[in-house]
């Protein structure tokens, strides 16, 4: 027990020591602090909210409309084989390589209030489900930064390829437990909703969804900044930098690991300047895809208070991801190798990344959340044709 306040009384000095230096951060730069909230504040306005708020309802409304047990019944085979979970879970994985972080993880936990999925389910959903949407790996990443559809096209895949490698590993996590009953009998059982009533409780539930997210990447924006503005991270990097150099890493590639190990889209940003060939990049960037930075991180977590998941499979399936997809650009390189870079392609082209007009974002968005929604209302639609009874 001693040792226990000793740790609580340190971690309370710590605690204290990084809030002082936090304030110490904000007032000596406090312009730079301004503009980086600025930027962000824009990011969000133009890429995020448009591109997550029409997936985050469509994640809602197919569950309480009941779509998820429609496509459960087209992907279940899929599921259960390949993941080991029911199939009502599919809507996790579809919606989580679709619509970009956290849509995927906030569909699995969803799936798991609603009494549509064990616990076991769940928390294996969380190791592979929660991944990067395809305009944003396809658009900003890969003809925005690298300049050339077939970058973004291996980044994309192996991006998913990684995720669902990853999804067959983890039907052996908790193997030895029994198997699931279709629905969890200790959750409150759920009939479809009307649509008007489920659509209201969508809309506000994603709502707060995108402004906690956004509050997210305003904080790590501002927070990796101030750690390279105070020089701690600049160090850290230095030194990681020596120590792998016979790995081929220096001070560069390990700042960019640095940002994208706390904020994904600062981390891909921060590639123009690494001295690397443009598989080498590439590789970086799949790593950073796959890992999605402590930013998305504590936007899963935000999501899981209070439902008694466990985090650890999420943070392990993450970190195994982005090993797999860095090495699996390799493979691609191999395979189909791109061709030479040019030294401005990524100066150039890195200011699309920013480019993105709230408009363009929304609609793309939109096209693929409905378009899903289509899908989920005709199987709905074909399961209520073949229950109904036949008249003679």
Known sequence: MGIQRKLGFLYRILGALGLAAAAAGLLLYSERVIETGKNAVVLCLELLIPSLFPFFIVSSLCISLGYAD?????????????FRVNGRCAAAFVLGIAGGYPVGARTAIALYRSGACSRTEAERLLGFCNNSGPAFILGAVGAGMFGSARAGLWLYAAHVLASAVIG???RFYKYRDPPQPERRTD???QEPQ????????AVTDAGAGVLRISAFVILFAVLTNLLFASGALSALAALIGRAGADMGLDAVRAEALLRGFLEVTTGLWSLAGAS?????????????LGWAGLCVHCQVLTFLEGSGLAMKPYVVGKLLQA????????????????????SSILTDRLSLLSGASFGSSLRTSLLGSL??????????????????????
Not at 70 to 81: D, E, I, N, S
Not at 194 to 201: E, L, T, W
Not at 276 to 288: D, G, Q, V
């Open 70 to 82: 429609a496509l459960g019944r087209v992907l279940g085979p899929v599921m259960r084989t390949l």
């Open 168 to 170: 067959i590993g983890f």
């Open 187 to 189: 959750a409150p059982q």
């Open 194 to 201: 009307r649509f008007s009533s489920a659509f209201v409780g």
């Open 276 to 288: 690397a060939n443009l598989t080498a990049k590439l590789a970086l960037a799949a790593c950073m």
């Open 323 to 342: 090993v797999l997809s860095a090495c699996l650009i390799g493979l691609f390189s191999r395979l189909m190798p791109l061709p030479a870079e040019t």
């Open 371 to 392: 378009s899903f929604l289509w899908v989920g209302a005709v199987l709905s639609l074909q399961r209520v044709d073949r229950t109904k009874p036949e008249r003679g």
